[in-house]
T-cell receptor, first 110, second 118 residues
Framework: DAKTTQPNSMESNEEEPVHLPCNHS???????IHWYRQLPSQGPEYVIHGLTSNVNNRMASLAIAEDRKSSTLILHRATLRDAAVYYCIPRTGTASKLTFGTGTRLQVTL | GAGVSQSPRYKVAKRGQDVALRCDPISGHVSLFWYQQALGQGPEFLTY????????KSGLPSDRFFAERPEGSVSTLKIQRTQQEDSAVYLC????????????????FGPGTRLTVL
């Protein structure tokens, strides 16, 4: 599995954009980059995933570097409900296990 | 709609006791995963089922851990002779068949069972 590096924690003010970085320099050419988040006392939930192109959905945007060695999850307007641990996960195929690291704990303040 | 459910939500066991943790996946989901999450850590993979077949059990930490999914739906994770190091949150996740067109492989997680071994 590709190794990932994420900051342990980040802070954001409510209503402001948040950029959560992830380095995955050993990612293979066929691995998708998945992001999950885990709210307090809940199981993880899917946020977004992509391969090469930038991706958008209702929750977030994913910006993938041209060399695919890093990616950034973008929350356009953070809310208090976005306070969670965010995990970046390179993944081979759609049936495989998820290999979580320690993730980034995002704190959102008023 | 109904998501993944797990029971019990909390379990306290004395060291040496056997425990059984239940997972009810989303109806129709072929794949089922178990993960273990220690305090302050990310979840770690334990085992994977496709229908009733256990295709990967490489993450089970010892032979005290056993999982089954006999009818391809509900799954049970059993831990025999529990030890203090087994204290963790046990998460279950399910997903659609991987060959289904358009399937992005999203795993849907339950709330977990918090096991405390005294």
């Amino acid at each position: 599995d590709a190794k990932t590096t994420q900051p342990n924690s980040m802070e954001s003010n409510e209503e402001e954009p948040v950029h959560l970085p992830c380095n995955h320099s050993t990612i293979s050419g066929t691995d998708y980059i998945h992001w999950y988040r885990q709210l307090p006392s809940q199981g993880p939930e899917y946020v977004i995933h992509g391969l090469t192109s930038n991706v958008n959905n209702r929750m977030a945007s994913l910006a993938i570097a041209e060399d695919r060695k890093s990616s950034t999850l973008i929350l356009h307007r953070a809310t208090l409900r976005d306070a969670a641990v965010y995990y970046c996960i390179p993944r081979t195929g759609t049936a495989s296990k998820l290999t979580f690291g320690t993730g980034t704990r995002l704190q959102v303040t008023l | 709609g109904a998501g993944v459910s797990q029971s019990p939500r909390y379990k306290v066991a004395k060291r040496g006791q056997d425990v059984a943790l239940r997972c009810d996946p989303i109806s129709g989901h072929v794949s089922l995963f178990w993960y273990q999450q220690a305090l302050g850590q990310g979840p770690e993979f334990l085992t994977y089922f496709q229908n009733e077949a256990q295709l990967d059990k490489s993450g089970l930490p010892s032979d005290r851990f056993f999982a089954e999914r006999p009818e391809g739906s509900v799954s049970t994770l059993k831990i025999q002779r529990t030890q203090q190091e087994d204290s963790a949150v046990y998460l279950c996740a399910s997903s659609l068949a991987f060959r289904l067109a358009g399937n992005k492989g999203e795993q849907f997680f339950g709330p977990g069972t918090r096991l405390t071994v005294l």
